[in-house]
C-alpha cells in the first residue's frame, strides 16, 4: 500500500518510518514536509492513504482531490477529527481512521504542567536567574492543595488530570454530557458549566472541539470566573474565543493563562518562525502578557505517546491494506 505522509517531521520519520520497518508493515511511504492544504493535495495523487496531522485541512474541496487521485484511507496520526469534513469523506466513499487513545498521561501531565509553570512563574524564573538576578519578588505563587480546579470534558485526558490534581489535595469539580464514574471516584462534583467557572480557581479544557463547543469560553463565560482565574486549554484552540482571552486579560479577569492550542496555531506551530514577524496580532498579543504561557501544541510529545501512535496508525493502514477495513474502535463516521 502506497502512504502519502503530510506534515511531516523529523520524528514522524523516526517513530512511523522507523516502526514500519521494525514490525515488517511494508508499507510505501512517501514523506512530504507541506501540510495537506487545496495547494498540496496534488502530491497525494496515487497513494491509496494519506496520513495526516492536526492542522491539515481536510475540507471538502480537498477530500474531493484526494478521492479523484484515487485515495482511499485517510489515516490521520492523532485523536481530534474536526479538521476533517466528516460528511464530505463519508458522500466520497474515502474511509477515515484515527488514533483515539494513545498517552492520555503525556496530555494530562503537561496540562498540570502548564499549571504548575504559570502558578510559580517557574520560566520567568528561568530567566531571571541566568540573567544573574536572583530576586523573588514577583514570582509570588499559590498552593495547589485545597485549590478548586474546574475540569471540563472527562474522557480519557481529562479523568487522568483529575486524578494527578487529586494527589496536589486539589478540590475537583467537572462539566460532561456524560459523566465518569472515574471522575466521580475521585471526589469530583458534576455541576453546570457556568457553575464550573464560577467556582474555580483553575479551568482547564478537556472536551472535543464541535459546533457545540467553539468558543465555550467567551467574555459571558469569562465575567462569571473568579477574579484572577487560570485557565488552561490543551485541547483544541477552537474552543476559547481568543479575543475575549485578550480582554479578560487586560482587565485581570484571567490572573494566567495556558495554551498549548491556538485557533490559528495552523500557519505558526510547529515551525521554526524565530526570523519572521508575527502576523497574527493576537498570537503576537498573547505573547506580551507576562501571565500566558504559550506551547506550540507539544501536550502529545512524549516517546511513548509517539510509538504508540505510531504503532496504531501503522495498525490502521495494514488492516485497511489486508481487507479494506479499519477497526471499529478507530474508524471515524459522521454523526
Ligand atoms: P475523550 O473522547 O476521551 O473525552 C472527551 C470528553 O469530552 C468526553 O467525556 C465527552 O463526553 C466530553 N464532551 C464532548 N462534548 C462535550 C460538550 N459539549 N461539553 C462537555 N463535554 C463534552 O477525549 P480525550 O482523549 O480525553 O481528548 C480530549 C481532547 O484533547 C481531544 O478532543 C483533543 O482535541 C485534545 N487533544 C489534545 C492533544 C494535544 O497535544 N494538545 C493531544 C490529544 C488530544
Redesign the pocket.
Known amino acids: 500500500m502506497k502512504v502519502a505522509v503530510f506534515s511531516t517531521k523529523p520524528y514522524d520519520r523516526q517513530f512511523l518510518g522507523g516502526l514500519n520497518d521494525e514490525r515488517g508493515h511494508a508499507l510505501e511511504m512517501r514523506f512530504f514536509d507541506p501540510r495537506l492544504t487545496d495547494q498540496t493535495v496534488k502530491l497525494a495523487e496515487g497513494y491509496e492513504t494519506v496520513c495526516v496531522f492536526v492542522n491539515d485541512v481536510l475540507d471538502a474541496e480537498v477530500l474531493r482531490g484526494l478521492a479523484a487521485g484515487g485515495t482511499r484511507l485517510i489515516a490521520l496520526r492523532?485523536?481530534?477529527f474536526?479538521n476533517v469534513d466528516m460528511r464530505a469523506a463519508a458522500e466520497l466513499g474515502l474511509t477515515v481512521a484515527r488514533v483515539?487513545?494513545y498517552s492520555?498521561y503525556?496530555?494530562a501531565e503537561?496540562t498540570v504542567g502548564l499549571m504548575l509553570a504559570l502558578n510559580r512563574k517557574i520560566y520567568r524564573a528561568y530567566g531571571r536567574v541566568r540573567e544573574g538576578n536572583f530576586a523573588i519578588h514577583g514570582l509570588l505563587g499559590f498552593d495547589m492543595r485545597g485549590r478548586t480546579v474546574g475540569v471540563?470534558?472527562?474522557?480519557?485526558?481529562?479523568v487522568v488530570v483529575g486524578e494527578i490534581l487529586r494527589g496536589f489535595g486539589c478540590e475537583l469539580l467537572a462539566?460532561?454530557?456524560?459523566p465518569?464514574d472515574m471522575m466521580q471516584a475521585l471526589g469530583a462534583d458534576y455541576v453546570s458549566?457556568d457553575e464550573l467557572c464560577e467556582r474555580s480557581d483553575i479551568i482547564t479544557l478537556?472536551?472535543?472541539?464541535?459546533p457545540?463547543?467553539h468558543h465555550?469560553i467567551s467574555d459571558a463565560a469569562i465575567d462569571r470566573m473568579r477574579d484572577g482565574a487560570m485557565l488552561i486549554n490543551?485541547?483544541?484552540g477552537g474552543l476559547v474565543d481568543t479575543a475575549a482571552v485578550i480582554a479578560g486579560l487586560k482587565r485581570g479577569r484571567l490572573g494566567y493563562v495556558g495554551l498549548?492550542?491556538y485557533e490559528e496555531e495552523a500557519d505558526f506551530f510547529f515551525e521554526d518562525l524565530s526570523d519572521s514577524i508575527i502576523r497574527d496580532d493576537d498570537l503576537a498579543r498573547l505573547l506580551t502578557f507576562p501571565n500566558v504561557l504559550v506551547t506550540s501544541?507539544?501536550?502529545?510529545?512524549t516517546a511513548d505517546a509517539m510509538r504508540q501512535i505510531a504503532e496504531t496508525t501503522l495498525g490502521n493502514i495494514s488492516r485497511f491494506a489486508s481487507d479494506g477495513a479499519v477497526d471499529e474502535a478507530n474508524a471515524v463516521r459522521p454523526k
Open positions: 492523532c485523536a481530534g474536526n483515539p487513545a492520555p503525556a496530555v503537561h471540563v470534558g472527562t474522557g480519557r485526558i481529562g462539566f460532561d454530557k456524560h465518569s458549566f478537556h472536551c472535543p472541539l464541535t457545540e463547543t465555550m490543551t485541547s483544541r498549548d492550542v501544541h507539544q501536550a502529545f510529545f
